[in-house]
């Protein structure tokens, strides 16, 4: 085994170390063993030659391989000399390009002298307190406050969570229904044909039916929109609270009823409350209004055989328990109760875990808790739906979160004394990003996928500055990392991330879907690093791997079309045609009306889909509920209206679309838009191009 004699020590070590008195040779700087692969290290006692015959690799151009140094003496010759080159070593000769890429690689090995980075310690005073104090405090009682404080903030955290969401919501002594910020499904399945036929499948148009009481959660103005195009009439609603009339305190019934609780003024945004609304039959017009919180409702001028009314007296007639939602108690608690335990607490490990653990929770069961609940579900089975699901995504959460340890936590928390920052940033990225569905609720970004981008008024805009964000981030923490050394390193990781997302774009089929969580996880790797800006990077994409698994699961990054779409029309199967109505007698349209559509051989056959979607017949829409399904080509709109009681109204909106007819077949394809015809004039204005 070659052993460098004192004499070759003092020929390739760097002039500065020297040697002491007695001829010892002198120890290296610290640097040196930090990275001593660094071409000016190595070139400090070469001096590189920088002609054009120059390999451009300091070992074979240095004095000692080329032999002017010792004559004729060569590694090969003499091994106390140096140590004979690697068989694999690269040689750069042969050429221009050959040089410009060895320059570009020694370039990404780092400066000479490497840079440990450092978090900016403003405030010295109070940056350093508690490693201070630390000292001061013997281990076991540092242990026990430690403790002490994270039992009596877990403690705190369920009771009020038990208020909150786990306790059974009772009214007069009687379980009550929870419902979500969103579609009803206790009142109404949904658009377009989900209520079947004559709306029967909804419990608002059941024979009898009076009231209904139930929860509504807090937050319901962020989380009462539509994210799909809901026709109501002629107008297509998205991306705003869905909310129909309201004025006089009529609403339609498939409004979303929380919304409609908070339009009214019946309840705060902030504190979730029990209620009760009745139901007040057949209305000609509903007006839209704007109501409390901002919500601004929509207006329908038509017809329509169901609504409900808000009950003010309630609080006053009825006794109830359980009916608070105090999530936004429980959220400013946590944030409180974190900065003092992120200012306090030394130990990077028991930091970083606490954080992790705290926001899974205050997600699951405060901020945006995963409910799973359907029309048949009663609110004890609704609770235990909740507490399971969140344990069931819990195990896996918390494997996930090792490796976000791994891979960046413990590069920044571990040995950090700069606490007063950690407080600052890390925790307020945190908090940030946990928090998405408030503090990114305005974003005009709802999915990261181009279809919804494009439906969302100045959504390319928002993602160009995002975008901007992210890449002066990256370059900055690039910029960091090839001071330490570590920029091949890095650069390569994320080159191959890149690759793996681009061939999984080129799957057939499916569609890329960059999740909360898998933003979050792809760049933590590069936020590793003590710095301050390291700090609030970290914070915020370890919160957004946290809300999206508490929220979401870890959903799949490959997603079909069928699982992206939100009830859009899949533009499938091709449109029916309506043509205009036959009217009698314009002096009375609504007794003497008739639709009237093209057959289905000319237009389904003409689409390519007969057979292959199997349509048979037609999907009739009046004033946005199904009235008619069968295989004629004609609807007497006169007799519906008789029948119905709509004679009041003075317009009607109608929508068509292929169908399945068979028994137990409930299938359709997409609806035209709405075509309007006026029961006054007998004006009738066709529908406009493409799918409602």
Known sequence: MYEPTQESHSLIRDSSYGEDPAGNVAEEPLETHLYDRTIENRSHSFEIEDDHDSSLDPYVDSPIYQGSFLGSTSPASDPNIFPPPLPSMPSFHGGFFSRILARISQGMDGPAKLQEPHVTPVFRKFQYFPNELETRWPGPIKKAAVATFLGLWTLLFYMIAQHSVLEIPRVDGSSVDILTCGTTYDIWLGKNERCGLNATRCNAMEPGIKDMVFK????????????????????????????????????????????????????????????????????????????????????????????????????????????????????????????????????????????????????????????????????????????????????????????????SGRGLLLGLKEHLSKAIFWVTGFWVAVLENYTFNNLPINRLIISDIKQQKGGFLALIIIVGIILSAAIGQAYIIWRLGKFKKYISIYLLMILGLVVLATIPNQTLRLHHYILGLVLLPGVGFKTTPGLLYQGLLSGLYVSGIARWDFDSIVQTVLQLNRGDALNIGGLPELLAPVIGNLSSVASNVTLEWSDLGQTAIEAGVLGHHGWNGFSLIINDIEYYRGAATSFDLARWIAEVGAQSAARLYVRLAFANTLPNVDFTGDYTKAAVLDLVTGSWTPPAPGPA
């Open 216 to 407: 509504c959660p807090a937050g319901c103005s962020e989380d009462s929109h539509t994210w799909s195009y809901t026709p109501v009439g002629d107008y297509e609603s998205i991306y705003r609270p869905y909310v129909i009339g309201g004025g006089n305190n009529l609403y339609r019934p498939d409004s979303y009823v929380c919304a409609s609780l908070i339009h009214h003024g019946y309840m705060s945004n902030s504190v979730g409350r029990c209620g009760r609304i009745t139901f007040q039959g057949p209305q000609d017009t509903f007006e839209g209004s704007k109501g409390k919180s901002g919500i601004e409702s929509l207006t329908f001028s038509s017809w329509f055989p169901q609504s409900f009314s808000v009950d003010d007296s309630f609080a006053q007639n009825y006794s109830s328990s359980g009916c608070r939602d105090l999530r936004f108690l429980i959220i400013w608690m946590n944030i409180s109760l974190s900065v003092v335990f992120a200012y306090f607490t030394t130990n990077g490990l028991i930091f970083f875990w606490v954080m992790m653990v705290l926001g899974f929770w205050t997600v699951a069961l405060g901020s945006n808790p995963p409910w799973t609940y359907d029309s048949v579900m009663t609110s004890e089975e609704a609770i235990s739906e909740l507490v399971s699901a969140s344990f069931r995504r819990f195990l896996p959460f918390m494997l996930g979160a090792y490796v976000v340890w791994r891979a």
